[in-house]
């Protein structure tokens, strides 16, 4: 089992930036894949970025050059540091993980808004 707790949202005027965390506990040694994924409201729930075990990332076009995740592995801690938020960024953010055996494990979400 995992859990998974994410932290970091809030309102932010557009051009403004959010750090997203995601802290992982639990069998944390089985967790090979970390991902951001956003819900907007009406919207189906999509990926913006995820790290793998080896460190390699993938974005979502619409976030590339904007958003980086990155990992400290020594606090089970995934991050998600957000630049240039526009207010079509405004969703719910979840992380998840994935285990070796393929089991994935949502966080609770925090809510993200880009407003003036």
């Known amino acids: 089992q995992v859990q998974v707790v994410e932290s970091g949202g809030g309102l932010v005027q557009p051009g403004g930036s959010l750090r997203l965390s995601c802290a992982a506990s639990g069998s944390i040694l089985s967790i090979v894949e970390m991902g951001w994924y956003r819900q907007a409201p009406g919207k189906e729930r999509v990926l913006v970025a995820n790290?793998?075990?080896?460190?390699?990332?993938n974005y979502a076009p619409s976030v590339k050059g904007r958003f980086t995740i990155s990992r400290d592995n020594a606090k089970s801690t995934a991050y998600l540091q957000m630049n240039g938020l526009k207010p079509e960024d405004t969703a719910v953010y979840y992380c998840?993980?994935?285990?070796?055996?393929?089991?994935?494990?949502w966080g609770q979400g925090t809510q993200v808004t880009v407003s003036s």
């Open positions: 998840n993980t994935i285990t070796t055996s393929r089991v994935t494990y």
């Open positions: 790290i793998l075990s080896g460190g390699n990332t």
